[in-house]
């Protein structure tokens, strides 16, 4: 199964909105509403942002939001901050009791 | 407050074995459906696998690339975590973490983390 589909990189400037995609296929993120995003700083343990596609755990800021389309979920953060840099995963319950990552999206703040 | 430690790992041989420990702590261990994640330097998240609950029938569910030479158990009596490693490949080189979910969400998604711990394969 291969991984899901995240642009190897964005960028946006302080207080822009930012949108990052994590594409899929009906056998995973298009048949489930079980996408999570994660947050991870070099050298840091990963950090859940969102899960079930929009909820946000308690103590995540709520420029962090989700959604999904057919087969692609999005992951949206505004009002960037210098603190947002970081590398970004989303993940999809899938077929066969297993979840699946994406790629990973790295998010420079200029 | 929620801890996951991670131990175990080393240096391992191609061909070779090891197991991987998560102790966990600030939590009801028993309930929980925990999952391994391992992260090859560099590189992105992997998912290897997850063991339920006992309540829910402790069962297990492996990736393909690990499914048939991993193996995960847990010990509720000691609030542990492990992952048996056989066979090891140099691609299962990584940072390996233990991670659970928010309570009651399903084994969907990876709340709690450890600090992960490093298995290298090489000759």
């Known amino acids: 199964q291969s991984a899901l589909t995240q642009p190897a990189s964005v960028s946006g400037s302080p207080g822009q909105s930012i949108t990052i995609s994590c594409t899929g296929t009906s056998s995973d993120v298009g048949n489930y509403n079980l996408v999570s995003w994660y947050q991870q700083h070099p050298g840091k343990a990963p950090k859940l942002m969102i899960y079930?596609?929009?909820k946000r755990p308690s103590g995540v800021s709520s420029r962090f939001s989700g959604s999904k389309s057919g087969t692609t979920a999005s992951l949206t953060i505004s009002g960037l901050q210098a603190d947002d840099e970081a590398d970004y995963f989303c993940c999809s319950y899938a077929a066969y009791n297993t979840l699946i990552f994406g790629g990973g999206t790295k998010l420079t703040v200029l | 407050e929620v801890q996951l430690v991670e131990s175990g790992g080393g240096l391992v041989k191609p061909g070779g074995s090891v197991r991987l420990s998560c102790a966990a702590s600030?939590?009801?261990?028993?309930?929980?459906?925990m999952n391994w994640v391992r992260q090859a330097p560099g590189k992105g998240l992997e998912w290897v696998g997850r063991i339920k609950s006992e309540t829910d029938g402790g069962t297990t569910d492996y990736a393909a690339p690990v499914k048939g030479r991993f193996t995960i158990s847990r010990d509720d009596s000691k609030n542990t975590l492990y992952l048996q490693l056989n066979s090891l490949k140099t691609e299962d080189t990584a940072l390996y973490y233990c991670?659970?979910?928010?309570?009651?969400?399903?084994?969907?998604?990876?709340?709690?983390w450890g600090q992960g711990t490093l298995v290298t394969v090489s000759s």
């Open positions: 079930e596609v929009i």
């Open positions: 991670s659970t979910d928010i309570p009651m969400t399903g084994g969907t998604n990876f709340a709690y």
């Open positions: 600030g939590i009801t261990f028993s309930d929980l459906w």
